[in-house]
T-cell receptor, first 113, second 113 residues
Framework: GNSVTQMEGPVTLSEEAFLTINCTYTATGYPSLFWYVQYPGEGLQLLLKATKADDKGSNKGFEATYRKETTSFHLEKGSVQVSDSAVYFC????????????FGKGTTLSVSS | DTAVSQTPKYLVTQMGNDKSIKCEQN?????MYWYKQDSKKFLKIMFS???????INETVPNRFSPKSPDKAHLNLHINSLELGDSAVYFC????????????FGQGTRLTVV
């Protein structure tokens, strides 16, 4: 079946540290891949996306590259800030009628100053 | 202007009651969704409507009934509430069926006591 696996959290970092959150997927067909972020007490916001292999999504200093050969979409940021503390969800969609976003279990990031 | 809005934001109710959560989007999107986020932050699709037509109906108890009076609204009615229904319910919309990006509401935290 179709699924998303992301690294277990919580991830605890100091400000300005390098961040990697691993995400791998299993999908039939050619999915689009996403990272969503959920700040405390808020809904989900799209952070970045990639719709085909080798595409790189980027936003707010975060990046992720769609790697078809390793079925991965790892999230990275070179220097995290306290304000990046949130839950990060990797997700895919199959771009077909009758489908919806399939989410990973979420990774909680906590950044301290 | 809020793109996807849900009411209420918090809902505390007793077991056995019937309650509704309302969702409206002003993005002109054709497709709307309900997701459930459990206590471990896991998100799962429940229902999806496209132009008032049900297109996704995942395995949820039939105590849950979505209703879409028009394509801008998707309400969720829950009968005979149980303790296990406690969760955060998110409404979302996308431009069309299978579209790559979904916009989420702020969520409704339902607590059944």
């Amino acid at each position: 079946g179709n699924s998303v696996t992301q690294m277990e959290g919580p991830v605890t970092l100091s400000e300005e540290a390098f961040l990697t959150i691993n995400c791998t997927y299993t999908a039939t067909g050619y999915p689009s891949l996403f990272w969503y972020v959920q700040y405390p007490g808020e809904g989900l916001q799209l952070l970045l996306k990639a719709t085909k292999a080798d595409d790189k999504g980027s936003n707010k200093g975060f990046e992720a590259t769609y790697r078809k050969e390793t079925t991965s979409f790892h999230l990275e940021k070179g220097s995290v800030q306290v304000s990046d503390s949130a839950v990060y969800f990797c997700a895919l969609t199959l771009n077909q009628a009758g489908t919806a976003l399939i989410f990973g279990k979420g990774t909680t990031l906590s950044v301290s100053s | 202007d809020t793109a996807v809005s849900q009411t209420p934001k918090y809902l505390v109710t007793q077991m056995g009651n019937d309650k509704s959560i309302k969702c409206e989007q002003n993005l002109g999107h054709d497709t709307m969704y309900w997701y459930k986020q459990d206590s471990k932050k896991f998100l799962k699709i429940m229902f999806s409507y496209n132009n008032k037509e049900l297109i996704i109906n995942e395995t949820v108890p039939n105590r849950f009934s979505p209703k879409s009076p028009d394509k801008a609204h998707l309400n969720l009615h829950i009968n005979s509430l149980e303790l296990g229904d406690s969760a955060v319910y998110f409404c979302a919309s996308s431009r069309s069926v299978g579209d790559t990006e979904a916009f989420f509401g702020q969520g409704t935290r339902l607590t059944v006591v």
